[in-house]
Nanobody, 115 residues
């Protein structure tokens, strides 16, 4: 089993920045993909950013150029640097990890962007 704990969410004004962190623990050997999804009010959960163990990254079109995902394999941690935040970025951000085709999720961290 893999346990994931997110941190770094909060309330920020539009145009501001936040940095989310997600630490993996437990059976972390050979975790492949890690990343972030989010669920806004009244919306479906959507992919925000993803990274592979090889360092490839992928972003939702809505966050390209504003968000950056990074990963520290030595610390079993994935980060999401969010700049130029917009009110539509508001939602619960969930970290995930993939290991042998099984998906693991964190409990989520709330991000609220005020206009």
């Amino acid at each position: 089993q893999v346990q994931l704990v997110e941190s770094g969410g909060g309330l920020v004004q539009a145009g501001g920045s936040l940095r989310l962190s997600c630490i993996a623990s437990g059976d972390v050997f050979k975790i492949s993909g890690m990343g972030w999804h989010r669920q806004g009010p009244g919306k479906q959960r959507e992919l925000v950013a993803a990274t592979t163990s090889g360092g490839s990254t992928n972003y939702a079109d809505s966050v390209k150029g504003r968000f950056t995902i990074s990963r520290d394999n030595a610390k079993n941690t994935v980060y999401l640097q969010m700049n130029s935040l917009k009110p539509e970025d508001t939602g619960v951000y969930y970290c995930y990890a993939i290991k042998r085709s099984s998906w693991y999720w964190g409990q989520g961290t709330q991000v609220t962007v005020s206009s």
